[in-house]
């Protein structure tokens, strides 16, 4: 855990190693439904959501050191499995444009290297893996404890186990070669995402307590007796739209 820990600390990445905090459901619940997106005209991506009725604006900025969580870096964004992906997704202008590493060196450092061609199964039927889509069981063995933390506090939302995202194999390049990685603008865009798809489950309930604690404190009449606190062993939340 020493060397995860040192590892991730070069990268922004080790606030992820430190997540274990009760979640408030209302409070998740009420800040997801009124969520919206925009960016003001310093250019800055900006998250808007309500909470009885007071209006907050956090630029990435403050939204990351709230959450303590990483705001500047490289950057991407996408849910997609393969790395050409990286080079479609980047922003086409502003400070979040950041172009990523070609598909071949992202490999060359994060995949043992293939012997042939690479199989997987779905729906009983063998398919052959593309070259620029990465499977778990590829993963170099040193960074697979990476993949378990990544996947369980920074993506959140399931997904298939069997493959890793295009997005997951930027972060692995990024902590290997020790560069930083804009992680609030990640789990900003994962909460858009999400936004726009009320079946999904809700993410980010553990950060989302260290933005809870900041509106009790701005906000001195929130009726905070209305949101109680619940170990993060729980039933998974959802939208509901009256």
């Known amino acids: 855990m020493s060397h ?48 009885q009725n007071k209006s907050f604006s956090l630029t990435l900025k403050e939204f990351g050191q709230i959450l303590k969580i990483l705001f500047k870096g490289q950057v991407s964004h996408t849910d997609m499995w393969s790395l050409d992906y990286l080079s479609i997704s980047v922003l086409s202008k502003g400070r979040y444009k950041t172009t990523p590493p070609s598909p071949n060196v992202i490999k ?86 999400t936004r726009n798809k009320p079946k999904e489950l809700l993410p980010y309930g553990m950060l989302l307590t260290r933005l809870f604690k900041h509106v009790v404190s701005v906000f001195p009449k929130l009726a905070i007796d209305h949101y109680l606190s619940h170990d993060r062993v729980m039933h998974p939340l959802t939208l509901h739209y009256e």
């Open 4 to 51: 995860i820990h040192a590892k991730f600390g070069l990268t922004g990445f080790d606030c992820l190693l430190n997540i274990n905090k009760k979640i408030v459901p209302r409070f998740v619940l009420k800040f997801y439904s009124q969520l919206k997106f925009d960016y003001n005209s310093k250019s800055d991506f900006v998250v808007n959501f309500v909470v």
């Open 108 to 193: 060359s450092l994060i995949q043992v290297p293939r012997q042939g061609q690479v199989t997987r199964t779905k729906n009983k039927k063998t398919i052959i893996v593309d070259k620029n889509k990465i499977l778990s069981r590829e993963i170099q063995p040193h960074m697979k404890p990476w993949v378990d933390i990544i996947r369980e506090n920074a993506i959140c939302l399931g997904g298939h186990r069997d493959h890793v995202s295009a997005g997951l194999c930027r972060m692995l390049y990024c902590i290997e070669t020790s560069t930083p990685y804009n992680l609030a603008f990640f789990i900003l865009k994962r909460m858009e995402n």
